[in-house]
T-cell receptor
Framework: TQLLEQSPQFLSIQEGENLTVYCNSSSVFSSLQWYRQEPGEGPVLLVTVVTGGEVKKLKRLTFQFGDARKDSSLHITAAQPGDTGLYLCAGAPGNQFYFGTGTSLTVIP | DAGVTQSPTHLIKTRGQHVTLRCSPISGHKSVSWYQQVLGQGPQFIFQYYEKEERGRGNFPDRFSARQFPNYSSELNVNALLLGDSALYLC??????????FGPGTRLTVT
């Protein structure tokens, strides 16, 4: 059982479509991070959400932290081919850092 | 500013051998963490070091060990390599534990 479950696992959409990725846990996190990883490279930090109910925007990406701080979502508006990659949520309920199961996004031109 | 650097980039080893992977953190970062990532999965936490002391350890066998040096660089050692150790090994540095900056990784292949 994974501490952080992401859905969907795979997503293939056309350029211009919107999408939402979910990250869920039964544990409470003081913060959650979202990363994007491209093949053969390390994950790149996109955002940290700290406060329950918090919404952060990064250009066409909107991140939300659940009120109970157990879940988070990533919404992408008008997806572009450059958004293709593996999206990972992550957090540390203790002194271990856990990554989610990952969502592999492919945006087709 | 230079990011996290790792060496080597790629490595091929034989079962039973030993391997040492190296990581240099971002200047000013005192914490270094190591992760193993198998193809198609998210990274799995192996170790965290802060100020040369182990602060966290994931669910990995004792064949895995690490250390951090006075300049905050770090080494990950794996003994008695198994085929299942083939993976991308990632190093991350941070000022605050929950915001980690990753290097490009070392691709280890065990044959």
């Amino acid at each position: 059982t994974q501490l952080l479950e992401q859905s969907p696992q795979f997503l293939s959409i056309q350029e211009g479509e919107n999408l939402t990725v979910y990250c869920n846990s039964s544990s409470v996190f003081s913060s959650l991070q979202w990363y994007r990883q491209e093949p053969g490279e390390g994950p790149v930090l996109l955002v940290t959400v700290v406060t329950g109910g918090e919404v952060k925007k990064l250009k066409r990406l909107t991140f939300q932290f659940g009120d109970a701080r157990k879940d988070s979502s990533l919404h992408i508006t008008a997806a572009q081919p450059g958004d293709t990659g593996l999206y990972l949520c992550a957090g540390a309920p203790g002194n271990q850092f856990y990554f989610g199961t990952g969502t592999s996004l492919t945006v087709i031109p | 500013d230079a990011g996290v650097t790792q060496s080597p980039t790629h490595l091929i080893k034989t079962r039973g051998q030993h391997v040492t992977l190296r990581c240099s953190p971002i200047s000013g970062h005192k914490s270094v963490s190591w992760y193993q990532q198998v193809l198609g999965q998210g990274p799995q936490f192996i170790f965290q070091y802060y100020e040369k002391e182990e602060r966290g350890r994931g669910n990995f066998p004792d064949r895995f060990s690490a250390r951090q040096f006075p300049n905050y660089s770090s080494e990950l050692n794996v003994n008695a390599l198994l085929l299942g150790d083939s993976a991308l090994y990632l190093c991350a540095s941070s000022e605050r534990f929950y915001e980690q900056y990753f290097g490009p990784g070392t691709r280890l292949t065990v044959t």
